[in-house]
């Protein structure tokens, strides 16, 4: 027998965790995208892409699927996605755990300014020339500060709405430290603004800021839904699954 797995992705440790599950005859995996990125890097074993019409849309789709667990391992800030499959989850029945890495921590030398939100962060900007590493789809909390010059990197061109003074660089991660640095030092950053992803993938800006002595505005993750199972690596997801399955 084996054990079909929901696999709601769109970060590094699903990717590598679809990969350790396609490799396993014990589990048929189906990774979920939500269809954001143009060019998505997909994952080994079957794929999904879109949304799924809200928790009563993904609890018919887990019993048409006849899916027996759900990883949950979504960007710590796809708060909507992991309240809906939670809530799905407890509708039908279905085990659901979610796979959340840990948070950024600060070091010597950081100065990290914790906010809760992207609005607190546009209200408590310690600098005139901003680097946003907060994702393309939220630049509205920045778009009335018309006085300071952003700098926004992302995948896919911004959404608007967005600031006035704005540069956009396409990239994709991972970021070496030296290239952080140059691109900073290039543009004159003096402050930058992130979401405490906590990914090993981008955390070079956090080390260059540091180097350049550059104040950090972190904002905080949404909570999680109150009760849900979490692990916090890929082997950790995988221990959960021998035992759920
Ligand atoms: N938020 C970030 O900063 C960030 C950064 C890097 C990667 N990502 C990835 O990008 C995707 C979207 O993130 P978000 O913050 O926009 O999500 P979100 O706000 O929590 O989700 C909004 C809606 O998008 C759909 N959705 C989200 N993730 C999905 C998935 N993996 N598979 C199928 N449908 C999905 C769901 O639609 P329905 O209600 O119709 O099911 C969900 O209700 C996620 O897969 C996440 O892992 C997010």
Do not use: C, Q
């Not at 909507?80 to 407890?90: D, Q």
């Not at 796979?99 to 921590?105: A, D, I, M």
């Not at 030092?185 to 550059?214: E, F, H, N, P």
Request: avoid cysteine; charge should be neutral; aromatic fraction near 6%.
């Amino acid at each position: 027998m084996t054990t079909r797995v929901l696999l709601l992705g769109g970060t590094g440790e699903a990717r590598r965790l679809a990969g350790r599950l396609a490799d396993d005859p014990a589990y048929e995996v189906i990774s979920s995208l939500a269809g954001r990125v143009a060019e998505p890097a997909l994952p080994a074993g079957r794929t999904r892409i879109g949304g799924f019409g809200g928790p009563d849309g993904l609890a018919d789709w887990l019993a048409r699927e006849r899916i027996d667990a759900v990883v949950d391992a979504t960007h710590p800030f796809a708060a909507v996605m992991t309240g809906s499959a939670v809530a799905a989850a407890a509708r039908t029945g279905l085990p659901l755990v979610v796979l959340r890495r840990p948070g950024w921590t600060r070091d010597d030398g950081d100065d990290w300014r914790r906010v809760p939100s992207l609005e607190a962060a546009a209200a408590n900007l310690p600098g005139e020339r901003v680097f946003l590493t907060t994702g393309r789809k939220n630049l509205g909390a920045f778009a009335g500060d018309g006085r300071r010059w952003f700098l926004v990197r992302s995948v896919d061109p911004p959404e608007p709405p967005f600031p006035p003074r704005m540069e956009t660089v396409l990239a994709r991660g991972p970021f070496t430290v030296e290239e952080e640095l140059a691109l900073m030092r290039g543009r004159s950053v003096d402050v930058l603004v992130t979401k405490d992803s906590g990914s090993a993938m981008t955390a070079a800006k956090l080390t260059a800021a540091r180097a350049l002595g550059i104040p950090v505005v972190m904002v905080d993750r949404p909570p999680l839904p109150a009760g849900a199972a979490v692990v916090t690596s890929v082997d950790g997801a995988l221990g959960w699954l021998a035992h759920a399955g």
